[in-house]
């Protein structure tokens, strides 16, 4: 993303904060993982979507005065040592060029800076509280340093700006739009080698390697996330990451999938038989999930509350299976619809969103996943048609709609291989 994509983001937070407030936003730091390994460092979505820095150790403050913004990005500072061994750190007119911040300091100084607006009057702290449960454990610095004001600093008002990100970050500009179209290209690429490679005694974790190879052949190096890729009954675990199991003859295989690019990821979800035609059961109960995706992406548009879509993929989808003879009843659908239908994706593949956001009308500039899932344990028939919905002006679109998604497209895509 260039520069003005970050800094109109902060610009539209200010507008929001209170007078004589300061924002902090924390890239974070990679935990330890074992003995003297950290995990590799993943920068908060939230701070790299308002400066386009994925550093460790930075901070982001901004001063909200009577009518100005004052901007400061803490980082850390050089070390030829350190750096020798883990590589580089960005210099404050390579951080300029990515986040617009003109004011850059070494991150040692960051308290003292704290101290001094609190010492010179300040009254409220911003910060991005995402904590969901009561048992979840905060290991964000926001907590860390929410703790540490009410210590040392009780007079000072902590604010969770967490619900204005999340109303911000729901709604997609032109930039993040055509990120996500490039993405989508990625990612039906490394789905469509999956089943050029797929023959009968295959392993998953081939299945995985050649999706992989794809993505790194396009400049992607790790996916949006986590790949579920899985034959047979391990479709029947909606988060697979085994990846030990064996495709056979007869199996369908899941994939759960995306790429990322330039900070925005989609979610892409194909079963397609391991052979290359699809049985009897498995063509009947694709096209119950086909004719319900298809339906929704020919009545979503601005208007519908965010609660329709779940509502209405697992309404005209049990029509699908009551017509098919596989539901009698809509109190027995979940027995083969196990999961909701719509999650928004963005700079996180289950992106942020308001409390009660099922309440919020659909807009303009929304991406959110159209997830029509089947899973049949009796004829050993487990599957997701999963595509990424933008809502327009006057109706949707299926940004991933360039990965073969009908039984006639998966067939005579896979004939060719």
Same mark, same amino acid.
């Given at each position: 993303?260039?520069?003005?994509?970050?800094?109109? +983001?902060?610009?539209?937070?200010?507008?929001?904060?209170?007078?004589? @407030?300061?924002?902090?936003?924390?890239?974070?730091?990679?935990?330890?993982?074992?003995?003297?390994?950290?995990?590799?460092?993943?920068?908060?979505?939230?701070?790299?979507?308002?400066?386009?820095?994925?550093?460790?150790?930075?901070?982001?403050?901004?001063?909200?005065?009577?009518?100005?913004?004052?901007?400061?990005?803490?980082?850390?500072?050089?070390?030829?040592?350190?750096?020798?061994?883990?590589?580089?750190?960005?210099?404050?007119?390579?951080?300029?060029?990515?986040?617009?911040?003109?004011?850059?300091?070494? +991150?040692?100084?960051?308290?003292?800076?704290?101290?001094?607006?609190?010492?010179?009057?300040?009254?409220?702290?911003?910060?991005?509280?995402?904590?969901?449960?009561?048992?979840?454990?905060?290991?964000?610095?926001?907590?860390?340093?929410?703790?540490?004001?009410?210590?040392?600093?009780?007079?000072?008002?902590?604010?969770?700006?967490?619900?204005?990100?999340?109303?911000?970050?729901?709604?997609?500009?032109?930039?993040?739009?055509?990120?996500?179209?490039?993405?989508?290209?990625?990612?039906?690429?490394?789905?469509?080698?999956?089943?050029?490679?797929?023959?009968?005694?295959?392993?998953?974790?081939?299945?995985?390697?050649?999706?992989?190879?794809?993505?790194?052949?396009?400049?992607?190096?790790?996916?949006?996330?986590?790949?579920?890729?899985?034959?047979?009954?391990? +479709?029947?675990?909606?988060?697979?990451?085994?990846?030990?199991?064996?495709?056979?003859?007869?199996?369908?295989?899941?994939?759960?999938?995306?790429?990322?690019?330039?900070?925005?990821?989609?979610?892409?979800?194909?079963?397609?038989?391991? +052979?290359?035609?699809?049985?009897?059961? $498995?063509?009947?109960?694709?096209?119950?999930?086909?004719?319900?995706?298809?339906?929704?992406?020919?009545?979503?548009?601005?208007?519908?509350?965010?609660?329709?879509?779940?509502?209405?993929?697992?309404?005209?989808?049990?029509? $699908?299976?009551?017509?098919?003879?596989?539901?009698?009843?809509?109190?027995?659908?979940?027995?083969?619809?196990?999961?909701?239908?719509?999650?928004?994706?963005?700079?996180?593949?289950?992106?942020?969103?308001?409390?009660?956001?099922?309440?919020?009308?659909?807009?303009?500039?929304?991406?959110?996943?159209?997830?029509?899932?089947?899973?049949?344990?009796?004829?050993?028939?487990?599957?997701?048609?999963?595509?990424?919905?933008?809502?327009?002006?006057?109706?949707?679109?299926?940004? @991933?709609?360039?990965?073969?998604?009908?039984?006639?497209?998966?067939?005579?895509?896979? @004939?060719?291989?």
């Amino acid at each position: 993303m260039e520069k003005a994509f970050h800094q109109q +983001n902060r610009q539209e937070l200010y507008s929001l904060l209170p007078q004589n @407030s300061l924002l902090l936003l924390f890239s974070g730091h990679a935990p330890r993982k074992t003995g003297d390994e950290d995990y590799p460092f993943f920068a908060d979505r939230s701070f790299a979507y308002y400066t386009g820095v994925e550093q460790a150790d930075s901070v982001l403050t901004a001063v909200k005065g009577s009518g100005s913004v004052s901007e400061t990005l803490f980082m850390l500072p050089p070390d030829a040592l350190l750096e020798r061994w883990n590589g580089r750190r960005l210099r404050p007119e390579e951080a300029e060029a990515r986040s617009a911040v003109a004011d850059f300091r070494h +991150n040692t100084g960051f308290v003292p800076y704290l101290e001094g607006l609190i010492a010179d009057g300040l009254t409220t702290v911003c910060l991005d509280f995402d904590r969901r449960r009561i048992d979840e454990q905060p290991v964000r610095q926001a907590y860390r340093l929410a703790a540490w004001l009410r210590k040392n600093y009780p007079f000072v008002r902590l604010e969770n700006v967490h619900g204005l990100i999340a109303n911000q970050r729901t709604i997609k500009k032109p930039c993040e739009l055509d990120a996500m179209r490039y993405a989508e290209t990625i990612t039906a690429e490394g789905i469509k080698a999956m089943m050029r490679a797929a023959h009968d005694g295959i392993y998953e974790y081939q299945l995985k390697a050649e999706f992989d190879y794809a993505l790194a052949q396009r400049g992607v190096l790790a996916p949006g996330f986590p790949s579920i890729i899985s034959a047979g009954a391990n +479709n029947f675990c909606i988060h697979y990451y085994g990846y030990q199991g064996q495709a056979h003859d007869g199996d369908m295989v899941l994939n759960d999938v995306g790429a990322c690019w330039d900070g925005e990821i989609n979610d892409v979800s194909r079963g397609w038989p391991l +052979n290359g035609r699809f049985s009897e059961r $498995q063509k009947l109960l694709y096209t119950c999930a086909y004719n319900t995706s298809q339906h929704m992406f020919q009545t979503l548009k601005p208007g519908l509350p965010m609660s329709h879509v779940d509502q209405e993929i697992r309404r005209f989808n049990f029509e $699908q299976l009551h017509d098919a003879d596989v539901c009698g009843r809509f109190e027995d659908v979940g027995t083969y619809i196990w999961h909701g239908g719509a999650h928004h994706v963005g700079y996180d593949v289950h992106d942020l969103v308001e409390v009660d956001h099922g309440r919020r009308l659909l807009e303009p500039g929304m991406v959110f996943c159209v997830d029509v899932g089947i899973y049949h344990e009796e004829w050993g028939v487990g599957f997701r048609l999963e595509d990424n919905c933008l809502i327009t002006e006057d109706g949707c679109e299926c940004l @991933s709609a360039v990965t073969p998604r009908s039984i006639e497209d998966i067939e005579d895509y896979m @004939s060719k291989k």
